[in-house]
């Protein structure tokens, strides 16, 4: 399987841009990275996808290395309630029903 | 629209009770999954469904059964239950299956086994 590797804990000051890295050096051509928060006791929520191309949308930015070893996901500006464990998944090909959820991160945001 | 619900929220068995969790979606998804998740762990795969009357195994499918009578609903069942499946209990439902697809998931389901 392919792995993704991420600090198991950030912090960060709130209103200032977040920055969680994912390396994923084993990857494929065809696997896309997904990024998943979890909120305190909540289930996880979709942030973003990509495949090469840097992505934005309304959450957040996703960008990835141009050998795409590794990605990023942006919070442009980060409030309390983005304090949450984020998780760097990849969605290999020939696995495609799967969602292989690592350790993650956990973001920790000081007001 | 609900999204994806789950019940109960909370329950607490005897080792060797059953017990059925039950996981509803309003989306019309075809896909439907169980995960469980332990403490400070990431998700796990429990079992499946592809579509109405289809089910299939995950990473951790001992000790549980699944049924999907209908598209809207996915069961999990503890046939008996051991103080190693205490965990939290998510259900998810995707549109697609395929790698760009996105899951949606539950609030979750706290279960206890003493």
């Known amino acids: 399987d392919a792995k993704t590797t991420q600090p198991n804990s950030m912090e960060s000051n709130e209103e200032e841009p977040v920055h969680l890295p994912c390396n994923h050096s084993t990857i494929s051509g065809t696997d896309y990275i997904h990024w998943y928060r979890q909120l305190p006791s909540q289930g996880p929520e979709y942030v973003i996808h990509g495949l090469t191309s840097n992505v934005n949308n309304r959450m957040a930015s996703l960008a990835i290395a141009e050998d795409r070893k590794s990605s990023t996901l942006i919070l442009h500006r980060a409030t309390l309630r983005d304090a949450a464990v984020y998780y760097c998944?990849?969605?290999?090909?020939?696995?495609?029903?799967?969602?292989?959820f690592g350790k993650g991160t956990r973001l920790h945001i000081l007001p | 629209n609900a999204g994806v619900t789950q019940t109960p929220k909370f329950r607490v068995l005897k080792t060797g009770q059953s017990m059925t969790l039950l996981c509803a979606q309003d989306m019309n998804h075809e896909y439907m999954y169980w995960y469980r998740q332990d403490p400070g762990m990431g998700l796990r795969l429990i079992h499946y469904?592809?579509?109405?009357?289809?089910?299939a195994k995950g990473e951790v499918p001992d000790g549980y059964n699944v049924s999907r009578l209908k598209k809207q609903n996915f069961l999990l069942g503890l046939e008996s239950a051991a103080p190693s499946q205490t965990s939290v209990y998510f259900c998810?439902?995707?549109?697609?299956?395929?790698?760009?697809?996105?899951?949606?998931f539950g609030p979750g389901t706290r279960l206890t086994v003493l």
């Open positions: 469904s592809v579509g109405e009357g289809t089910t």
């Open positions: 998810a439902s995707s549109p697609l299956r395929d790698r760009t697809d996105t899951q949606y």
């Open positions: 998944i990849l969605r290999e090909a020939n696995r495609d029903d799967k969602i292989i």
